[in-house]
């Protein structure tokens, strides 16, 4: 029993690195990676990987405009269906002040949960 105890306490740690070892100095790898998780229900793991290009791309430089946005696109998803408004609006104010003509796809503008929250920002952001 002790065993069987020990091993379930290892699957976080498990988990946890396998989601580390996704993680790659390409921004591009890490995008795709990110936008799967989430398009698969992953939401740990693409808030990590995400991040994770956001933050070494404001010290390498190598993650394009157009990813940056993307991954503040996807994370603001993330917070919006986790009923994070505050965070869903600044995810989608940093891709703004980004891309200030970035807009969501027909798409996902319906969304119920984001959908309304950027048409928001998006206006606040243009006074």
């Not at 869903?88 to 996902?108: G, N, Y």
Request: charged share 25%; net charge neutral.
């Amino acid at each position: 029993m002790k065993s069987a105890t020990w091993i379930i306490s290892l699957a976080p740690l498990l988990l946890g690195a396998c989601a580390i070892a996704s993680l790659n100095s390409d921004s591009r790898q890490d995008l795709v990676v990110g936008v799967k998780s989430f398009q698969e229900g992953d939401m740990a793991t693409a808030t990590l990987v995400l991040n994770h290009l956001l933050n070494h791309s404001r010290y390498d430089g190598l993650a394009t405009k157009e990813d940056q946005v993307t991954a503040h696109k996807y994370l603001a998803f993330i917070h919006c269906i986790s009923d994070e408004v505050t965070q869903c609006r600044s995810e989608f104010r940093k891709a703004l002040e980004i891309d200030p003509q970035f807009k969501l796809k027909p798409e996902e503008a319906g969304h119920p949960k984001w959908g309304p929250v950027f048409s928001e920002e998006k206006a606040r952001f243009a006074r």
